[in-house]
């Protein structure tokens, strides 16, 4: 059973680091991933930065909107002592400072996933622009729950996009030429992966993935099930079953 490779989405946030900072994600990398999945928001002046939450509350000693701070008042807040005394003083990344983390990788795949938003598009734009600056467009999936933005990548960019089922999404189009003909891969959450649901999307023509195989289990379960990427909270036991099919 075949593996393209093992996604780590935003950090090990449930083990042993606090998530969305530039040492989470190089913690990922020297752990062997072969795909950074990653979150991107805008500021209140247009700066991308690499954040999963709509608010700054719940991942650092802040609150509100993201989209209500400037880039230089997020760099104020704390993004680590909520996880420990050890991790006090880590920022928000900002999405070119990301950029910079992955230079020495240039097999690393990237999944990126733009957060609904009404400015949604923007940070595509914006982001498109960066990747295409330092080639690493190739190399990329773009994830979104909304579909129309799905819709407006595809149609504007013809990059490769992951989506979910119909009910999972917003703005989902069900029409021929809708939002699964738009799409590249579909990701399922686990409480949704089935064998047959895998099977049918592959008939259709799109890649099977899932997330959130955070145990020995689910990883094995996920496997099983058919499909060819895993995203992790915590990458171990996927990284170890890979180890073990090589």
């Given at each position: 059973m075949g593996i393209e490779c093992f996604q780590f989405i935003d950090g090990f946030n449930d083990v042993s680091l606090p998530w969305i900072h530039s040492l989470a994600f190089q913690k990922a990398l020297e752990a062997g991933v072969g795909m950074l999945e990653f979150d991107l928001r805008l500021t209140k002046d247009n700066v991308v930065v690499v954040i999963h939450d709509e608010t700054v509350d719940r991942t650092t000693n802040g609150s509100g909107p993201v989209g209500d701070y400037t880039w230089a008042e997020l760099r104020q807040l704390d993004a680590g002592g909520w996880f420990g005394k050890v991790f006090e003083g880590l920022k928000i990344p900002s999405f070119e400072e990301l950029c910079d983390l992955i230079e020495p990788y240039p097999e690393l795949l990237l999944n990126v996933e733009v957060k609904s938003s009404p400015h949604a598009k923007q940070?595509?734009?914006?982001?498109?622009?960066?990747?295409?600056?330092?080639?690493?467009?190739?190399?990329?999936?773009?994830?979104?729950?909304?579909?129309?933005?799905?819709?407006?990548?595809?149609?504007?960019?013809?990059?490769?996009?992951?989506?979910?089922?119909?009910?999972?999404?917003?703005?989902?189009?069900?029409?021929?030429?809708?939002?699964?003909?738009?799409?590249?891969?579909?990701?399922?959450?686990?409480?949704?992966?089935?064998?047959?649901?895998?099977?049918?999307?592959?008939?259709?023509?799109?890649?099977?993935?899932?997330?959130?195989?955070?145990?020995?289990?689910?990883?094995?379960?996920?496997?099983?099930?058919?499909?060819?990427?895993?995203?992790?909270?915590?990458?171990?036991?996927?990284?170890?079953?890979?180890?073990?099919?090589?």
């Open positions: 940070v595509v734009d914006q982001a498109m622009g960066m990747l295409k600056e330092r080639g690493y467009l190739p190399r990329c999936v773009f994830t979104c729950f909304d579909a129309a933005v799905i819709a407006y990548l595809h149609d504007t960019y013809n990059v490769k996009t992951q989506g979910f089922m119909a009910d999972e999404m917003y703005n989902f189009d069900p029409g021929e030429q809708g939002t699964y003909s738009k799409m590249w891969a579909i990701a399922f959450p686990m409480r949704l992966l089935t064998a047959e649901r895998v099977k049918a999307f592959q008939e259709k023509g799109l890649l099977p993935w899932c997330y959130c195989p955070d145990t020995e289990e689910q990883v094995a379960y996920a496997l099983d099930c058919g499909v060819t990427l895993l995203t992790c909270n915590n990458p171990l036991p996927a990284i170890r079953r890979l180890q073990e099919i090589r």
